[in-house]
Structure formats: C-alpha cells, structure tokens
C-alpha cells in the first residue's frame, strides 16, 4: 500500500462548481500535509499546508485534515478555468522529504 | 531571481548512453532534492541532499548517482541509461533540512527520453 493514496481523476466540472480533491494516508506519525498545484509540462508549486488536524482557508481554497479517518482534502470554492491543472497532496517526513500521491487532474470547463 | 533552474529541458539517449542532469538554486536553501514524476505513479524521491556535503538515497535511487558540488548546485547522473529511466525529471531546493513545515521549491522539469 503507498503511503498516501489519491485518485488520478480526470475530474472535469463546469465553472463555478465546488471541487473537493481527496487523499489517504496510512501512517499516522506525520504532522503536515501539502497540497501542490501543477501546470501542464510545469514544476509543481505549493498551493497550501496543513497541520495534522482541522481546516486551514486561503481564498477560495481549504485544506482539511480528518486525523481520524487518515483523510486529507482539498476544497475549491467558485472554480476558475485557470484552476485547471493537477493537485498532488503530500506528507511531510523527517529530514523534510515528502512523500507525494499520484496527483488528480482537474479540468474546469466553462 | 531565477529560482530552481534546470539543465537541460529535453533530452533523447539510447540505451547505454549516459548524461548528467544540471540543476542549481539562488535562493541559499540548504536541501536539495532529485525526483522522477511517471504517470501513474505521482512524485518519487530519487536522492536528496539536506545539506551541502551529504547526500541520501531516496525512494527510487538504482540506477542514478548524485553530486552536490556546493550550496547551489545538485547535479544526477545516470552512468547507463534505461528505458526504464524515460520521466520528467524535477530538481526542487527547501530551506532548511530539518523540520516542518519546509515548502520545496520545484524547477522546471527535464524531459528524458531512452530509446
């Protein structure tokens, strides 16, 4: 089992609509948790991090950690087509190495 | 400032072949970090380097050899390549190599093809 899970998507919604972006993770002894946006053919960038538990709200975007279901989420309010891109939720680790899920691509049509 | 720059942007080798991947940062992070990104797959760590004169292996790491030859630049060789070593590769720096939260800065990516 990878240590954090994610579907892969495509997940395609109409301008406006809330997204809500989900991970799994199966070990416990991690305190943060990072959400990455990523650009067709670009690096990724850090969108926002969470502690272990509870919301963290930047905008139009939520980052939620469930500590007890081992859940983490990404919300997006009035989605934009920039928003458009794939979102890699991560785990924080010793020596700050990270360990990423396989991403989901977001499409948002207008 | 530039960033996390990565040399170069494309890249086809035959089997056997090697190359060495350039990367270099100039914001004076101290970590610096080599992943492979394959669809399917997410993000993998290949090596890392939390400081300047140490280097560990990450996840994936056969196959690879990393130096960092000072505080800005982290380079990856691959001494023969593999088919199986065909992915985009990322290079990303952190400020710190201990604690968290520590956001990594990503470059732009290296598009290796082996043929």
């Known amino acids: 089992q990878k240590e954090v899970e994610q579907d892969p998507g495509p997940l395609s919604v109409p301008e406006g609509a809330i997204v809500s972006l989900n991970c799994t993770y199966s070990?416990?002894?991690?305190?943060?948790f990072m959400w990455y946006r990523q650009y067709s053919r670009k690096g990724p960038e850090l969108l926002m991090y969470?502690?272990?538990?509870g919301n963290k709200e930047d905008g139009r975007f939520t980052a939620q950690v469930d500590k007890s279901s081992k859940y983490i989420s990404l919300f997006i309010r009035d989605s934009q087509p920039s928003d458009s891109a794939t979102y890699l939720c991560a785990k924080a680790g010793t020596a700050s190495k990270l360990t990423f899920g396989t991403g989901t691509r977001l499409q948002v049509t207008l | 400032n530039a960033g996390v720059t990565q040399t170069p942007k494309f890249q086809v080798l035959k089997t056997g072949q090697s190359m060495t991947l350039q990367c270099a940062q100039d914001m004076n992070h101290n970590s610096m970090y080599w992943y492979r990104q394959d669809p399917g797959m997410g993000l993998r760590l290949i090596y890392y380097?939390?400081?300047?004169?140490?280097?560990d292996k990450g996840e994936v790491p056969n196959g690879y050899n990393v130096s960092r030859l000072n505080k800005r630049e982290f380079s990856l060789r691959l001494e023969s390549a593999a088919p199986s070593q065909t992915s985009v590769y990322f290079c990303a720096s952190s400020v710190r190599g201990q604690g968290n939260p520590n956001e990594q800065f990503f470059g732009p990516g290296t598009r290796l093809t082996v043929l």
């Open positions: 070990n416990s002894a991690f305190q943060y």
């Open positions: 380097s939390a400081s300047e004169g140490t280097t």
């Open positions: 969470t502690y272990s538990s």
